[in-house]
């Protein structure tokens, strides 16, 4: 059966649990899954594995990440989105386009960001979404993010409301939407987002990208060895370091010649684990195929 990674271009109004179901449905089998979900009014680049690249989702899901989407400036919402109850509104005409450009500055680097309650993180034991849906208040903890670059690219004046187009490549884990929120806090008048678009997971952008309408015509998945090497440092072990890969054996004296995860190779080309540094030596993360002695 075909392993490797299949990058959708997801509609709008479809959760990521809905295009696991579709592709669920086109590759023919139940092993299906996604790395890291977008929300329902999102659309751009899921990274979704079939079959043995199933095993890879969870190491890809720390990657960098890249967006462009639009905040609009003086309305909040319950959501933090176009999605939800609006719950204050405050003219952003007074502002001007230096005071907004100048407000992304704390937005970049190595900061602390509170997620958005509804978001899928689990408190408790349930759904932080599932609680401010029952009624709750929730409050997450903040967590550490980074954001490379956090750029506006166009102001519009909409009524009383500013539109901001903006533009941010981020790690894994951080929220646009909590970026809304607080942006319209810093300038004073509240915000929320009304569009969002991943344009880039790791090294898959949209022109990797196929709409679920073109895999229905033609169905096309990124071979595994191929989709490790796009998004791995890679190591080519020796006859003997591949026999012992195949058992998931630590290899001792090696230099992977990165942390890791790192993507390990046959001599022949197969793929065939992912390792990570341990002391002087490397351990076997996730072995994908047996080699026999």
């Not at 590759?27 to 979900?37: I, L, M, Q, S």
């Not at 989702?57 to 720390?62: D, I, R, T």
């Not at 999605?83 to 602390?112: C, M, N």
């Not at 001599?267 to 390792?275: Q, V």
Request: negative net charge.
């Amino acid at each position: 059966m075909t392993s490797g990674l299949v990058i959708v271009d997801k509609p709008p109004d479809w959760t990521s649990h809905d295009v696991v179901g579709r592709l669920r449905r086109l590759a023919g089998t139940r092993k299906v899954g996604h790395a890291g979900t977008l929300d329902p009014m999102a659309t751009g680049v899921l990274v979704l594995g079939i079959n043995r690249a199933t095993r890879l989702l969870g190491h890809l899901m720390l990657t960098e990440k890249e967006y462009v989407a639009t905040i609009r400036l003086g309305a909040s919402t319950v959501t933090d989105d176009k999605e939800g109850d609006v719950i204050a509104e405050t003219s952003a005409a007074h502002l001007s386009d230096d005071e907004i450009r100048s407000a992304v500055e704390p937005f970049r680097g190595d900061i602390e960001q509170i997620p958005s309650a509804v978001s899928a993180i689990k408190v408790d034991g349930q759904r932080s979404y599932a609680r401010v849906r029952a009624g709750e208040d929730v409050v997450l903890k903040s967590r550490p993010v980074h954001v490379e670059t956090f750029e506006v690219n166009d102001i519009r004046e909409v009524g009383e409301f500013r539109d901001v187009d903006i533009r941010v490549i981020c790690s894994s884990g951080t929220y646009i939407r909590a970026f809304a929120r607080d942006f319209g806090t810093a300038v004073g008048v509240g915000g929320h987002l009304t569009m969002l678009r991943r344009t880039r997971v790791g090294p898959f952008t949209l022109e990797n990208a196929k709409t679920l309408d073109e895999l229905g015509t033609e169905f096309g998945v990124l071979d595994l060895a191929v989709a490790a090497r796009l998004t791995f440092p890679a190591f080519e072990a020796s006859e003997k370091q591949a026999n012992d890969i195949g058992f998931g054996r630590a290899l001792a004296a090696v230099d992977l010649g990165a942390p890791g995860p790192v993507a390990v190779f046959a001599p022949d080309g197969e793929f065939l684990a992912l390792y990570e540094a341990a002391g002087d030596d490397a351990k076997a993360l996730a072995v994908f195929a047996t080699v026999s002695p």
